[in-house]
């Protein structure tokens, strides 16, 4: 069972539209991140809820919007999507906050292709 | 200003070769750790190593934390090993995980 899962996996669309990517994770963390990873390999944090209330909140656009259900799932939707938001987008989680010395456990990413 | 920093940016092996891959971080920390990604984009969790010696196989990690450095040795390279290597810590004055730029590493046969 993969411990924190993500769909979709690839995803192309013309700018403008919204879309979101789903996240699961079946090891009962109570911290959840989005990080956004550019061309460049650089890994940025998006996101971070503890228990379903946001706690970490990069300077991103708007729209982009995070949305937890329960602690076990954080999705991304992400309106009126632009050239520039093509990247792989990760979704992870730990046991508490990373700030807390927790070790922190990756998705397999997301590939989103801006077209 | 920067706060995580990976040395060497690129770096180039012959299989079967050692190599060391390094960290410096700014400020204290309460968290780092060491991360693959592999050639198909997958981020897997090496050591959560703060500070002291780790081992897992050819892998070994090393943090001191009073000189604000970390590193990571790999032995007798594999070409499983190709990838990139990312330090991450979490800085006791800024409270997230932030990845340094990585090294990517190439392992020939």
């Known amino acids: 069972d993969t411990a924190v899962s993500q769909t979709p996996k690839y995803l192309v669309t013309q700018m403008g539209n919204d879309k979101s990517i789903k996240c699961e994770q079946n090891?009962?963390?109570?911290?959840m991140y989005w990080y956004k990873q550019d061309s460049k390999k650089f890994l940025k944090i998006m996101f971070s809820?503890?228990?379903?209330?946001?706690?970490i909140n990069e300077t991103v656009p708007n729209r982009f919007s995070p949305k937890s259900p329960d602690k076990a799932h954080l999705n991304l939707h992400i309106n009126s999507l632009e050239l520039g938001d093509s990247a792989v987008y990760f979704c992870?989680?730990?046991?508490?906050?990373?700030?807390?010395?927790?070790?922190?456990?990756f998705g397999e990413g997301s590939w989103l292709t801006v077209v | 200003g920067i706060q995580v920093e990976q040395s060497p940016p690129d770096l180039i092996l012959q299989e079967g070769a050692n190599s060391t891959l390094r960290c410096n971080f700014s400020?204290?920390?309460?968290?780092l750790q060491w991360f693959h990604q592999n050639p198909w984009g997958q981020l897997i969790n090496l050591f959560y190593?703060?500070?002291g010696t780790k081992q897992n196989g050819r892998l070994s990690a090393t943090t001191v934390a009073t000189e604000r450095y970390s590193l990571l040795y790999i032995s007798s390279s594999q070409t499983t090993d190709s990838g990139v290597y990312f330090c991450?810590?979490?800085?006791?004055?800024?409270?997230?995980?932030?990845f340094g730029a990585g090294t990517q590493v190439v392992v020939t046969p």
């Open positions: 090891l009962g963390h109570d911290t």
């Open positions: 400020d204290s920390v309460n968290n």
């Open positions: 991450a810590v979490v800085l006791e004055s800024w409270g997230k995980l932030q």
């Open positions: 809820y503890n228990n379903k209330e946001l706690i």
């Open positions: 190593i703060p500070s």
């Open positions: 992870a989680s730990s046991r508490a906050a990373a700030s807390s010395g927790n070790t922190i456990y």
